[in-house]
């Protein structure tokens, strides 16, 4: 059988083509795309196949018909003609400085006026050359323009908390978006694709023709991978996979689904893969956190240290339509940017008030996510996370819940004293991290809602039922479990149920004296 070739990390569709490797289809999309719009803005987080999306549009405006042969696209598209193609890239830079900025759009206008020609006089400013090139590529070669821009945000991405630099990237996009305001005319369709929406930019104020299909129901599987397209395209490697992992066929695309599926960009649109994750996941045959390892949300941190968020309530989080077409960035505020970014997706949607339900995606994102804060409330040094919370797992599926205990002490103890602010909620974001993480290992559910334990870990032989008293005693914590019922759920289940009482003392900011009843 021949090799089939995984496109891990292609982001060029003539390369992709040329050179033999598998492709879930999109063309259809392309073409409806073209067909019905002019002016778009696609917002979807990263390595979840933007790039790859402007090369195929760039590749069907230049009329490569070659590239598309056995695509859906082959049999919608008659014409093919050859359109002046502008890409904008803008994902490569490190924006450190006002200067970065301008070299790059600066080298992709030489780039482009060494083809369409040099600029006039008055054409004396980013914006203004820009302008240049657009009416002068579609007076050379009698066709309108294709403007395609990927990662137009990376910029102000990179300036979060640099308010100087933010104000001076703002003021050069503002400008340079602008010119695709006042040369409509010449334009045959533009897209911008980005992780994120920033209001201040003139391109989103003042482009009453543009379409943002972030949210867009018919467009929703545009990029990602589908569990059809899945099944379809990658049976034979999940096939494979299944014989790796020692699973049944059935039991391997739970998992995988479980891992990496779960992406809704609309209410009604179909739930969807990480692409990344997915294709290396196929290569690998081995489950693992592809897709944050290639990027942390640094900035997203800052957001979260800067406003009041409470960690505990990002998972299954509600949040008002309205605030879906705010993308300010704003510190105090920092949800819909984490939405948009890829840890929080849409978990329902309620019309009759307007609100959505927000949940991590998937195993992936929220082990990630969750593993990469851990040192902002613990000082845990980064990387060990996982080896601390594998140990505590370990000890609780043995039975040894004085040594698990123990070790939740120890870790309390390192906890330096400048990163605990001696709030409650502080302890218990420090609880619902250890107990969640451990949710790669055992079952565990931690305490969101009235009624409920603070923590529950269920393994094999046993269910533990955990409270924890702040400047209260263990025997208070234990008589709370009794006389709440925590342990009533559990207890026809078959198997030991095992009940904790913890005092927390606020002044030691440690664990106490524990019971086991």
Request: net charge negative.
């Amino acid at each position: 059988m021949a090799i089939r070739k995984l496109p891990i990390g292609i982001q060029d569709f003539p390369s992709l083509r040329e050179d033999g490797y598998l492709y879930v289809d999109k063309t259809a999309w392309v073409h409806k795309l073209a067909s019905e719009g002019r002016v778009y803005f696609l917002s979807r987080p990263r390595r979840f196949g933007k790039s790859l999306l402007v090369s195929t549009l760039g590749a069907y405006f230049e009329g490569r018909k070659d590239l598309f042969h056995g695509l859906a696209i082959e049999r919608l598209e008659q014409d093919w003609i050859e359109y002046p193609v502008l890409r904008l890239d803008l994902n490569a830079e490190k924006y450190d400085a006002p200067q970065a900025l301008h070299g790059i759009l600066n080298s992709h206008l030489c780039r482009w006026e060494e083809r369409f020609g040099s600029p006039m006089a008055d054409q004396d400013t980013l914006a203004r050359r820009f302008q240049g090139v657009i009416q002068r590529a579609h007076e050379q070669t009698g066709h309108r323009v294709v403007v395609l821009v990927d990662e137009y945000d990376k910029p102000l991405l990179q300036a979060i908390g640099h308010s100087d630099l933010m104000d001076s990237y703002k003021s050069i996009l503002k400008a340079f978006y602008g010119v695709l305001k006042s040369t409509d005319a010449h334009l045959k369709f533009v897209l911008l694709t980005g992780v994120t929406k920033f209001g201040q930019v003139s391109v989103f104020s003042d482009l009453n023709q543009l379409k943002d299909l972030s949210l867009h129901p018919a467009y929703a599987g545009l990029c990602g991978i589908t569990e059809a397209e899945l099944l379809e395209t990658f049976q034979p490697e999940l096939v494979s996979l299944a014989e790796r992992q020692k699973l049944t066929f059935e039991d391997c695309v739970a998992e995988v689904r479980r891992m990496y599926n779960g992406y809704r960009f609309h209410q009604d649109g179909p739930s969807v893969y990480n692409p990344f994750s997915t294709l290396n996941l196929l290569d690998a045959k081995e489950f693992r956190d592809y897709w944050f390892q290639t990027g942390t949300p640094t900035f997203l941190v800052e957001l979260l240290k800067r406003s009041d968020t409470d960690l505990r309530q990002i998972d299954n989080l509600e949040i008002v339509a309205e605030d879906f077409a705010d993308y300010r960035q704003d510190p105090d505020r920092p949800i819909p940017v984490i939405y948009q970014s890829g840890y929080l997706t849409i978990q329902k949607y309620d019309p009759r008030y307007g609100r959505y339900t927000l949940g991590y995606p998937n195993a992936e994102v929220r082990n990630g996510f969750l593993n990469f804060l851990l040192p902002s409330y613990t000082g845990a040094e980064k990387g060990r996370g996982g080896f601390h919370i594998g140990k505590f797992a370990e000890e609780l599926e043995n039975g040894e819940v004085d040594a698990f205990l123990t070790r939740l002490q120890g870790f309390f103890e390192g906890i330096p004293y400048d990163l605990s602010d001696k709030t409650e909620r502080h302890y218990h974001v420090v609880f619902y991290l250890v107990f969640t993480l451990m949710g790669r290992f055992v079952q565990t559910e931690v305490k969101s809602a009235k009624g409920r334990a603070d923590a529950v870990v269920q393994t094999d032989s046993r269910v533990f039922v955990f409270e924890f008293k702040l400047n209260g005693t263990a025997e208070q914590a234990l008589a709370q479990i009794e006389a709440q019922g925590y342990a009533v759920p559990y207890q026809a289940q078959g198997r030991e149920v095992v009940k904790v009482g913890v005092e927390f003392d606020k002044n030691t900011r440690n664990l106490g004296r524990w019971l086991i009843g």
